[in-house]
C-alpha cells in the first residue's frame, strides 16, 4: 500500500481538474500494437502476453504490488499457462472506480502472425495466417491509456485495467475472474470489436454441447450387417436438424436463433463399421428460453437417429450429451449510467454513438453479471478470425483517444 502511496496517480485530498483536452502517444500507441500483434498467444497460452504487458507497465511506473494475476486458469477446463492479468489504480480525482479491459488471446489461426503496415490498416504478411487484431487491438488500447496515464501522471478516477484470458474458447477467464481482486468498479469498458463509435449494450447468451455417438463396431467387409455406424447415426440426426430449421439460423414462431455443428471426430479405418464420434456444437439466442428450445431440438435429433440405425439382430447405437451455459445473455437498459459515459467519451473524439447488440459473447457477458454493467467498444478489427484480418488504424487511433477519455473521465459525467 505504501508502494502505491508514492505512485504518481495517488489519492489527493483535493480533486484535481481534468485537462481540457487530451491527446494519447499514438505513435507509440502503434508501436505497442504492432509488438503485441507479434506476440503468440492463442486460448491458454497467453504468458508471453502478460510479461510484455506487466514490463510495459513497470517501466512506466506502475508499482509491482499494483499488478497481479488471477488463478482463473485453474479453474478454467482448458487449464492454461496464466489467469487474467490486473492493474489497479488508486484515483487521484474522487469518483467511482472505473474498469477497463480487453481479451489477450486469439484463435489458433492467428498463431505465427507477422503484421505489416498498408497503408492506413495492419495486415498479416503471411496469407496463410490471421492477424489477431482480435483482441490485441483491445489490449493495446488499454494498455496505452494505462502507460499514458502512468508516465504523465494525468488525474483519473480509481482505476482497474482487467487484460483477461480465454475468450476465445467460450469466455472462460472473465467467466472465473476473481471478482475481489478487481476493486468494486461500478463502470465497466470492454474494448473489443470493429467500430470505435459502436457502444454494445447486449450480447447473446451460448450453449455448448459435446455429443458422444456410440454404434456397434463390426468388419465393414466381411459382415457390416452386425454393425451400427455412429457416423450414420450423427449423419442422420444433422440431416434432421438442417431438414426441420434447427441448424444454421434458427427462426420459429418470430423467435430466433443458431445452432451449429462445429467438429466432428471418431473413426479409424474404412473396414470398420465406425463404433463411436464425438461431436461438439452450440446454440445461441438472446432469449433463453428459445435457446433451450434449440438443445432440446438437437438433443432430440440424435436420441431418434440412434434408434434408427441398428444391426441385423435389432441392437441400436446410443448417444451421451455433456453441456453446459458458456454465457448467458444480456441487454442493458438504454439509461444505464455506463452507456451515456461511454456515449461522452465518443464525442469527445468527433464520433456518433450508436448502440449495438452483439450475436456473438463477449467478456462483458460474464463482466456483467458479475462485476458491473459493461458496454464493449471498438478498436478497428476488420475480418475476425479469417486470414482475410484487417485491422484500421484510423479507427484504432480513435479507441485509443476514448479509452484515455474514458480512464481520466474528461468528459466529466460521474
Not at 500483434?37 to 497460452?45: A, D, F, N, Y
Not at 488500447?141 to 496515464?149: G, H, P, R
Not at 451400427?228 to 438442417?242: V, W
Amino acid at each position: 500500500m505504501k508502494k502505491q502511496a508514492r505512485h504518481p496517480s495517488r489519492a489527493a485530498d483535493t480533486p484535481q481538474p481534468f485537462p481540457a483536452a487530451l491527446e494519447p502517444d499514438l505513435r507509440q500507441a502503434e508501436k505497442t500494437l504492432m509488438d503485441l500483434l507479434s506476440i503468440p498467444g492463442p486460448s491458454g497460452r497467453e504468458g508471453k502476453v502478460v510479461e510484455y504487458i506487466v514490463k510495459s507497465l513497470r517501466r512506466a511506473g506502475a508499482p509491482a504490488g499494483a499488478i497481479r494475476t488471477d488463478q482463473a486458469h485453474r479453474r478454467s477446463p482448458l487449464g492454461g499457462e496464466v489467469g487474467n492479468l490486473v492493474c489497479r489504480l488508486p484515483g487521484s480525482r474522487r469518483g467511482p472506480r472505473r474498469l477497463l479491459m480487453a481479451h489477450m488471446d486469439t484463435v489458433p489461426l492467428a498463431v505465427g502472425a507477422r503484421p505489416v503496415v498498408r497503408r492506413d490498416q495492419i495486415a498479416p504478411a503471411d496469407k496463410h495466417t490471421a492477424l489477431g487484431g482480435d483482441d490485441r487491438s483491445g489490449v493495446a488500447v488499454v494498455l496505452t491509456a494505462a502507460l499514458e496515464i502512468l508516465r504523465r501522471g494525468l488525474p483519473h478516477p480509481p482505476l482497474t485495467l482487467l487484460w483477461t484470458v480465454q475468450e476465445e474458447c467460450g469466455l472462460l477467464g472473465a467467466r472465473w475472474a476473481r471478482v475481489s481482486a478487481l476493486g468494486a468498479p461500478r463502470l465497466a469498458f470492454n474494448f473489443d470489436g470493429s467500430e470505435y463509435h459502436n457502444v454494445g449494450i447486449g450480447a447473446t447468451g451460448g450453449y455448448r454441447l459435446v455429443i458422444d455417438v456410440h454404434g456397434i463396431a463390426s468388419h465393414a467387409g466381411v459382415h457390416p450387417e452386425r454393425g451400427a455406424s455412429a457416423i450414420t447415426i450423427a449423419s442422420l440426426a444433422i440431416a434432421r436438424l438442417h431438414r426441420e430449421g434447427w441448424l444454421g439460423l434458427v427462426q420459429k414462431d418470430g423467435l430466433r436463433g443458431t445452432s451449429n455443428v462445429g467438429v466432428i471426430e471418431g473413426g479409424d479405418a474404412t473396414n470398420v463399421v465406425t463404433p463411436h464420434v464425438r461431436l461438439r456444437a452450440e446454440a445461441r439466442s438472446h432469449d433463453p428460453a428459445f435457446r433451450r428450445q434449440i438443445v432440446h431440438a438437437i438433443k432430440s435429433a440424435f436420441a431418434m437417429a440412434a434408434g434408427e440405425v441398428r444391426n441385423e439382430d435389432g441392437a441400436a447405437g446410443r448417444v451421451a450429451f455433456d453441456g453446459r451455459l458458456d454465457y448467458e445473455s444480456f441487454r442493458l437498459a438504454e439509461d444505464t449510467p455506463v452507456v451515456g459515459v461511454a456515449e461522452k467519451a465518443i464525442r469527445a473524439v468527433g464520433g456518433q454513438p450508436e448502440r449495438t447488440v452483439s450475436n456473438g459473447g463477449l467478456d462483458a457477458n460474464w463482466i456483467t453479471a458479475r462485476v458491473a454493467p459493461t458496454v464493449t467498444l471498438g478498436a478497428g478489427q476488420i475480418g475476425a478470425h479469417t486470414v482475410q484480418e484487417r485491422l484500421r488504424l484510423a479507427t484504432f487511433r480513435q479507441a485509443c483517444r476514448v479509452a484515455l477519455r474514458l480512464g481520466t473521465a474528461t468528459e466529466g459525467v460521474d
